[in-house]
């Protein structure tokens, strides 16, 4: 009987995980409320900026408080240039984009 419970529980668990992944992408709004979660967000870039650190926005003006951002850091910007992109703000700029990473809130906006 135990073995019949243990192989439910792995297969229920097995189950959940292969519907997570096939899950569709999250909408801005949805990742937003999932603070401290990992997921994955789909979106179009609508304005982008930053010097060192690169940001890709959700919103033209990227002070609106639907906005969500991707933060790439100035650290990663080497392997998008082996990858052959250059510029990550240009590259992705009108683009739709699907990222996986967890949602932290700064400054009160939700990032990846």
Do not use: C
Not at 87 to 102: D, M
């Amino acid at each position: 009987m135990r073995m019949i419970v243990a192989f439910f529980i792995a297969i229920s668990t097995l189950s959940a995980s292969i519907q997570a992944d096939d899950a569709p992408p999250l909408t801005t709004a949805e990742a937003a409320k999932r603070v401290n979660e990992k997921v994955v967000v789909e979106f179009e870039v609508k304005s982008s900026g930053g010097n060192k650190n690169h940001y890709l926005n959700s919103e033209s003006d990227y002070k609106d408080s639907k906005n969500f951002t991707i933060f790439i850091a100035q650290n990663t910007i080497e392997r998008f240039k082996k990858a052959g992109i250059e510029n990550p703000q240009a590259h992705f700029l009108k683009k739709i984009i699907r990222v996986s990473g967890t949602v932290v809130l700064e400054q009160q906006k939700p990032r990846i």
